[in-house]
């Protein structure tokens, strides 16, 4: 006999739930293809030279695919950066990554410095194929260029909160003051200034983090 419902008619077992579970998936791994063919196309050819088409058919599905899941190619490009910076299949607000929970749990500002330089070299080794790509194509794609200044400008502010933090263990120099903190961080915790030691001078990434930490503390603790 089958189950029947409150008002009396039979149950109807679905797979829907499972259904619509399953299509996501599906529709995540395909936008995770589109994202790793993007990528290395643009790596490979340039942004200029990377059509929407090419990535759609490196990816194996349709350039409509392409658009209804990522979206047009300055948006495409934006997650490839977004998700470089998280370390991630999706861009992640900063408070919500580990490295930054981390952080504001540590009482010290040595501590504090040494867990965000360890950070650093992981993301950017993520990112720095992206800003050859954008360095390369800064003349002819203008709006990646904009990108790249919009997450400075993002990285920027993210870093006066690190700077607040640090000035509230007590134990940064009296001297500096929390922009000027945030400046000097900012300066050196970007993506050029990582591919001038580790590309350029071929320093070890571990080396880099090590030396970025003591740098920090050397200009901005207290003695």
Known sequence: MLPVTTDGKPRVHTNRGYDVSKRREQAELRRERILQAAQELFVQLGYPATTMAAIAARAEVAVDTVYASVGSKPALFKQLVETAISGTGQAVPAEQRDYVRAIRGEPEAAAKLRIYAAALIAIHARLAPLLAVVQAAAFHAPEIS??????????????????????????LRPDLTVDEIADIIWATNSAEFYLLLVRGRAWDPNRFACFLADTWCRLLLTP
């Open 146 to 171: 904009s990108l790249w200044n919009e997450i400075a400008d993002r990285r920027a502010a993210n870093m006066r909160l690190l700077a607040a933090d640090l000035v509230d263990t007590g134990q």
